[in-house]
């Protein structure tokens, strides 16, 4: 079993419109979660980080997690051309240090 | 503050050679971490360390080493360059302080690495 799965996409969301990018991980006791955002050519950035059940927003992005499902997703409202990227979704491990990644999801917002 | 830095930018190694790929951080982070990503692909965990004078493995070692000297530093040695090792290289590191953020990653400019 994959640890952390994302569908690659591509995810097509017109402009203006909601777009809801999901993660699955497998490691029960992960406690920590991260969304990162990633241009073409370019590296990682860190866009939300989640600890809590529930939503936390921030901007146009409001981060969900459900750990009983082991569910964690990203939406961003509004969408704009420049969201269009390569979304990853990170998951600490119980028992390491060790921060797993998913292989991302492909956004891309249609003008 | 630079963040993190890598060098060098691109480089073309044939198969057998081997070669260190430079990281450095000026955030005093206690943690840092080496990736590749490889195309369309996610990133996998080589190597990490959470302070000078400790490393662990990640999910791809094999073929890799590091060393940490120092806070700021974090290395990564390829022996034997491989077609298998062409990738581009990530590498991370976070403040590792307890405390919700200490987890939270700063990237580096990455790598890439072509093994001809």
């Known amino acids: 079993q994959k640890e952390v799965e994302q569908n690659s996409g591509p995810l097509s969301v017109p402009e203006g419109a909601i777009a809801s990018l999901n993660c699955t991980y497998s490691?029960?006791?992960?406690?920590?979660f991260f969304w990162y955002r990633q241009y073409s050519g370019k590296s990682p950035e860190l866009i939300m980080s989640i600890y809590s059940n529930g939503d936390k927003e921030d901007g146009r992005f409001t981060a969900q997690l459900n750990k009983a499902s082991q569910y964690v997703s990203l939406l961003i409202r509004d969408s704009q051309p420049s969201d269009s990227a390569t979304y990853l979704c990170a998951v600490k491990a119980n028992r390491d240090d060790k921060i797993i990644f998913g292989k991302g999801t492909r956004l891309h917002i249609l003008p | 503050n630079a963040g993190v830095t890598q060098t060098p930018k691109f480089r073309i190694l044939k198969i057998g050679q081997s070669m260190t790929l430079q990281c450095a951080q000026d955030?005093?982070?206690?943690?840092m971490y080496w990736y590749r990503q490889d195309p369309g692909m996610g990133l996998k965990l080589i190597y990490y360390?959470?302070?000078?004078?400790?490393?662990d493995k990640g999910e791809v070692p094999n073929g890799y080493n590091v060393s940490r000297s120092t806070t700021e530093d974090f290395p990564l040695r390829l022996e034997l360059a491989a077609p298998s090792q062409t990738s581009v290289y990530f590498c991370?590191?976070?403040?590792?302080?307890?405390?919700?953020?200490?987890?939270?990653?700063?990237f580096g400019p990455g790598t890439r690495l072509t093994v001809t």
């Open positions: 360390s959470v302070g000078a004078g400790i490393t």
């Open positions: 955030m005093n982070h206690n943690y």
């Open positions: 490691d029960r006791g992960s406690q920590s």
């Open positions: 991370a590191s976070s403040s590792g302080v307890a405390g919700v953020s200490s987890y939270e990653q700063y």
